[in-house]
């Protein structure tokens, strides 16, 4: 069973820093990394998905990913307050079964 | 991206008796999911449902207590049977996005909210 550890929070950031939520996973075979972003009551929204070593940028969103120390990061620059969320990490399930295996999420609250 | 409906939005269900979900997809796909997500919680997949054939039930879950039905490319159906407080709920379907060449993206539907009494 793949396992995808993420701190629950709540992270608080003040508005306009940069946000740093973490992910670690347990299969090293894992070759996809998704981040999610869910609004209290909303169904969750692919926000970023990275697959290669190193860091891939898309606007204010920065994932990094690190596959030997089995580590991925999301980074939020310029926080807003409508950045305020929870945020899932996921891999694939795999070992033949299909969909993701999500961690618990990180709670971000961005301070106005 | 696909669209996703889900009903019903919400319910009060009384202990013991069973609820069907549906989920209807703009569009024609191979593998529908179908998650749960209890309060505080993180999502846990229930069951991967294909069309013609019989659902993959993850870990933890069983046919009988969560029967799916998939006639066709855009439909499928959740049962929650003989309901207990513990299935107090939101479940989720969702689809891959077909157009992606990479495996993993998924677009949810807006859940339902099952509280059992």
């Known amino acids: 069973q793949k396992e995808v550890e993420q701190n629950s929070g709540p992270l608080s950031v003040p508005e306009g820093a940069i946000a740093s939520l973490n992910c670690t996973y347990s299969?090293?075979?894992?070759?996809?990394f998704f981040w999610y972003r869910q609004y209290s009551g909303k169904s969750p929204e692919l926000i970023m998905f990275?697959?290669?070593?190193g860091d891939k940028e898309d606007g204010r969103f920065t994932a990094q990913l690190n596959k030997a120390s089995q580590y991925v990061s999301l980074l939020i620059r310029d926080s807003q307050p409508s950045d305020s969320a929870t945020y899932l990490c996921?891999?694939?399930?795999?070992?033949?079964?299909?969909?993701?295996?999500f961690g618990k999420g990180t709670h971000l609250i961005i301070q106005p | 991206s696909a669209v996703i409906s889900q009903k019903p939005s919400r319910d009060i269900c009384q202990r013991g008796t069973s609820l069907t979900i549906q989920c209807q997809v703009d569009?024609?796909?191979?593998?529908m999911f179908w998650y749960r997500q209890q309060p505080g919680q993180s999502l846990t997949l229930i069951a991967t449902?294909?069309?013609?054939?019989?659902?993959?039930?993850e870990s933890g879950f069983v046919i009988d207590k969560f029967p799916i039905s998939r006639p066709n490319l855009t439909f499928s159906t959740l049962t929650v049977s003989n309901m207990s407080p513990e299935d107090s709920s939101i479940y989720l379907c969702?689809?891959?996005?077909?157009?992606?060449?990479?495996?993993?993206?998924?677009?949810f539907g807006e859940g339902s909210r099952l509280t059992v009494l």
């Open positions: 299969d090293r075979g894992s070759q996809s």
């Open positions: 569009s024609q796909v191979t593998m």
């Open positions: 449902a294909n069309q013609g054939s019989e659902a993959t039930y």
């Open positions: 990275i697959y290669s070593n």
């Open positions: 996921a891999v694939p399930s795999g070992g033949g079964a299909d969909g993701l295996t």
């Open positions: 969702s689809v891959e996005d077909g157009s992606r060449t990479n495996a993993g993206e998924l677009f």
